[in-house]
């Protein structure tokens, strides 16, 4: 029983065991037949995949393969056109090659052409295509812009009726002394074919070339003007100046134009040449040196516009100034002294080498004074005329003096004639007058200056003696009475003997002095004598 009992287990088991691994076995085929399936799938979509990569790939390589080609096309392409490129250039390259030796070539002859040989001449010439010779030499070798003496250079006329296209070429020799050159063009704003001298403005320059520091032989430049009534004018230098040597200026335009150097001896503005030296460097009016400064007289017989233009080549120096002033007719020395109303305009004084100064004047006698803001300031000048009037500036000569020293110290000091007791101690001097003569009287008086100076002033008589008694004297004069360092008055004398008396107002004012005589007319010391008596 117990066996069967135990086989019947067993198989029990066995079954059990069986069914197990039946559902065991039916589970294991089901999940290797799923994932057989999904690696199936897998496989069959990376195939996919690959082969569409595959594909991708052909096509890519296609493309490569398709994009080769047409870069090689292109490059062969390029290469055509770099070897057509390439002989279109050697071709321009000879063309600009026989160009060059055929714009060498001219460039020789047009050199060759300059008459080195021909003389320098200042008559006009007229055409379309002109040579003007000249030379730097000396002063006329101004230098450019740069410096002062720029207007020392020659100048040439150009005349145009008509707007002209023009080329100017300006040639040196070659040699191993070659500058730095150029040219320039003014306009100009008058007919009157003179000098350019006075200061341009940037705006009046309407062509010019270059200078460069290879020196070469020529300088070349094209422009078109514009017809003028006036002329231009053409002014060939030097970089620096001082730098000498022969210039030729080739002019070919469309049209024919007129050309001229201008000889500096013809056509430059009438100049007086001066110079503020010593006592002569009197300063402008706020000093009293002013009327020891260089004066010219002048004389005009109608109504005129004038122009003065004053010059001088130091810088840096001090500032320049012009003073026009009324004068006597025919007058021929200095101004005694500075009075404003004498005065009819001045310049500013604002550029220490040149200034102008312009006016309309009536028919007269005029000075032109030429003077620095401070005295002192030595150095040669030029005074211009630039209004083109025939007028003589005549140089004033210095103020011619007799003179005669006093005191009035030592028992001197008698004073006015209010008290003519006391008068008679006063210094006397004889004076001779040999023609009518206006005289200046002048009483300097000398005193420190911190001291106030005393009324002074002087009698005149009719004598040849000392004056004993002033109220019973003749007197011719007798002066104003001024508490001024300085008494000055004039007075017409006719031949004869006087006697002059100079005092203080009060007796015992006790100081030195001056009297001196001077007079417009020529020859005081011929005419004036005087003596102590």
């Known amino acids: 029983m117990e066996l069967e009992k135990t086989v019947q287990t067993l198989e029990e088991k066995y079954k ?43 096509t890519r390589e296609e493309e490569f393969l398709t994009k ?42 047009e050199e060759n052409s300059v008459a080195w040989n021909q003389p320098i001449v200042f008559t006009k010439q007229s055409g379309a295509e002109l040579q003007v010779r000249g030379e730097w030499k000396g002063a006329s070798a101004g230098g450019s812009l740069n410096n002062l003496t720029w207007r020392n250079n020659p100048q040439i006329l150009l005349y145009l009726t008509k707007n002209t296209l023009i080329n100017f070429t300006l040639f040196q020799q070659k040699s191993d002394h070659q500058v730095s050159m150029n040219f320039y063009v003014f306009r100009t704003y008058s007919k009157d074919g003179k000098r350019i001298i006075k200061q341009y403005n940037e705006s009046d320059i309407v062509c010019e070339g270059y200078f460069s520091n290879l020196k070469p032989t020529k300088v070349s430049k094209e422009t078109e003007l514009p017809a003028s009534a006036n002329p231009y004018i053409i002014i060939p230098a030097t970089f620096l100046p001082g730098s000498e040597g022969q210039w030729t200026l080739l002019l070919k335009s469309q049209n024919s134009v007129d050309v001229q150097l201008m000889d500096p001896a013809q056509n430059d503005y009438p100049c ?23 004066m010219f007289h002048f004389q005009i017989a109608q109504q ?41 305009k001045h310049t500013d004084f604002r550029n220490q080498n040149e200034v102008t100064i312009s006016a309309d004047l009536p028919a007269g006698d005029y000075i032109i004074a030429c003077c620095t803001f401070n005295p002192n300031k030595n150095g040669p000048f030029q005074l211009r005329l630039l209004s083109g009037q025939n007028i003589n500036l005549v140089p004033l000569r210095d103020v011619q003096y007799v003179t005669a020293q006093g005191t009035w110290k030592g028992g001197k000091a008698g ?39 005393f009324g002074i002033g002087w009698n005149i008589y009719q004598a040849g003696a000392r004056v004993a008694n002033p109220e019973a004297a003749q007197v011719v004069h007798t002066s104003q009475y001024k508490p001024v360092k ?42 004036v004598a005087i003596k102590m008596l």
């Not at 037949?33 to 897998?42: D, F, G, H």
């Not at 390029?78 to 714009?103: D, S």
């Not at 006063?426 to 106030?452: A, E, F, G, M």
């Open 16 to 58: 059990t065991d069986c069914e197990a691994w039946q559902a065991e076995k039916a589970k294991m085929e089901k999940e290797f037949a799923a994932k057989l399936a999904s690696e199936t799938e897998r496989w069959h979509i990376e195939k996919a995949e690959l082969l569409d990569k595959i594909k991708l790939s052909q």
């Open 68 to 109: 080769i080609n047409r870069y090689i096309d292109e490059a062969n392409s390029v290469k055509e056109k770099k070897n057509t490129r390439e002989a279109e250039l050697f071709a321009r390259i000879e063309e600009l090659q026989g160009q060059l030796t055929k714009y060498i070539k001219a460039e020789e002859e």
């Open 272 to 294: 007086w040449k001066g110079q503020w030296q010593g006592p002569t460097a009197g300063g402008c009016t706020n000093f009293p040196t002013f009327t020891q400064n260089p």
């Open 304 to 344: 005129a516009h004038l122009e003065f233009h004053l010059f001088q080549e130091i810088y840096p120096f001090d500032s320049l100034g012009l003073y026009l002033l009324k004068a006597e007719q025919g007058q021929q020395q200095k101004l005694l002294a500075y009075l404003p109303s004498l005065e009819l």
């Open 415 to 453: 004073g006015s004639v209010n008290d003519p007791d006391s008068w008679v101690k006063n210094s006397q001097y004889h004076l001779t007058i040999k023609s009518r003569l206006t005289l200046s009287v002048i009483l300097d008086q000398t005193l420190p200056p911190s001291n106030k100076p």
């Open 486 to 527: 300085k008494n000055t008055e004039q007075v017409t004398l006719d031949p004869g003997s006087y006697v002059i008396v100079p005092t203080t107002f009060s007796a015992d004012e006790q100081t030195d002095f001056t009297l001196s005589f001077t007079t417009q007319s020529p020859g005081i010391n011929d005419n």
